[in-house]
């Protein structure tokens, strides 16, 4: 079972990861033509958009879970298969280069908060450079796996729908 500090860094970063995932797959639709992902409100940042309450609670619990699907309509793609790869592969993209992007912040963060620490910081900026620590590095191992786990190709998962042909 998680401790509590654990699930306290996980909800955040859950939130995170699961709504850039699924944004992306609307944002990506949505610029190759397909209306559906804004008609259903999907095109947001918002992540009560995106999260289906018991996926969500399964995830935080049992690490195994789900968010709402983004509905897409592939009937106005220009090159359905290609597209829908597209679409597909946007999610587990977007969870990847956020993990790179907060490895570099995580690499930034260590570097002003250790210069900090050796100049004399008070215990108050060590137990910053602890909580950011802690967020960053949960955030980005959520990220990585839920790209790596969307890519598996079994339905109802991302990588069911690239086709490589």
Request: proline share 6%; aromatic share 10%.
């Amino acid at each position: 079972m998680l401790d509590f500090s654990t699930m306290i860094y996980r909800i955040p970063a859950l939130l995170f990861a699961i709504t850039i995932h699924e944004y992306a797959h609307a944002l990506v639709s949505t610029k190759l033509g397909d209306p559906l992902p804004k008609a259903t409100g999907r095109l947001s940042l918002n992540p009560a958009r995106h999260i289906d309450p018991i996926g969500f609670i399964m995830l935080f619990l049992v690490r195994f879970g789900w968010a709402k699907p983004v509905m897409v309509d592939p009937r106005y793609y220009k090159h359905k298969k290609l597209d829908m790869s597209l679409v597909a592969m946007a999610g587990p993209l977007t969870n990847l280069l956020m993990a790179f992007l907060l490895t570099a912040l995580s690499m930034l963060v260590a570097v002003r908060y250790n210069t900090l620490w050796a100049a004399g910081a008070d215990g108050t900026m060590m137990t910053v450079r602890v909580v950011v620590y802690n967020l960053l590095s949960i955030a980005i191992s959520l990220n990585v796996g839920l790209a790596i786990f969307n890519l598996i190709p079994i339905s109802p998962l991302d990588g069911s729908k690239v086709k490589w042909e």
